[in-house]
């Protein structure tokens, strides 16, 4: 019975978090591993292999609990984007219409987003991870 006691007496301590409120502009800049052109990389890249410098700008404009959508923009295009916190209200996924993207948020107003877009889903492939900063 003491077992159970001290379990039940536990269980604040090892609740989950609350789902962090994401709703605002996050900007950022990397160097993406590009094949081909298109979409937020210039069109004159043909069909080579690139490592383009590229800034992002990701506004997130409404959340509902661990779901939430918004826009990623760089100077050539922009997209929709929706995504989902993971169970640990820290990291979880996004896809926009072409691709897919994981993320860690590390603090309050940091997070990784690590990028995926293969070859087949557009003019190009593309795989970049950039370190984003609230506004």
Same mark, same amino acid.
């Given at each position: $019975?003491? +077992?159970?006691?001290?379990?039940?007496?536990?269980?604040?301590?090892?609740?989950?978090?609350?789902?962090?409120?994401?709703?605002? !502009?996050? !900007?950022?800049?990397?160097?993406?591993?590009?094949?081909?052109?298109?979409?937020? +990389?210039?069109?004159?890249?043909?069909?080579?292999?690139?490592?383009?410098?590229?800034?992002? !700008?990701?506004? @997130?404009?409404?959340?509902?609990?661990?779901?939430?959508?918004?826009?990623?923009?760089?100077?050539?295009?922009?997209?929709?984007?929706?995504?989902? @916190?993971?169970?640990?209200?820290? !990291?979880?996924? $996004?896809?926009?219409?072409?691709?897919?993207?994981?993320?860690?948020?590390?603090?309050?107003?940091? $997070?990784?987003?690590?990028?995926? +877009?293969?070859?087949?889903?557009?003019?190009?492939?593309?795989?970049?991870?950039?370190?984003?900063?609230?506004?």
């Amino acid at each position: $019975m003491k +077992h159970i006691l001290f379990a039940i007496a536990l269980l604040p301590a090892v609740a989950l978090a609350e789902v962090p409120n994401i709703v605002g !502009t996050w !900007t950022g800049q990397t160097t993406a591993s590009v094949y081909g052109s298109g979409g937020h +990389h210039p069109k004159d890249l043909g069909s080579a292999f690139n490592f383009r410098p590229i800034e992002m !700008t990701y506004v @997130f404009e409404q959340q509902k609990g661990r779901n939430f959508h918004g826009k990623l923009t760089s100077r050539a295009d922009s997209e929709i984007l929706v995504g989902t @916190f993971s169970r640990d209200n820290k !990291t979880g996924i $996004m896809v926009d219409l072409d691709g897919r993207f994981s993320f860690d948020l590390y603090e309050t107003n940091k $997070m990784e987003v690590c990028y995926g +877009h293969p070859l087949g889903t557009g003019n190009n492939a593309v795989a970049a991870c950039i370190e984003l900063t609230r506004k």
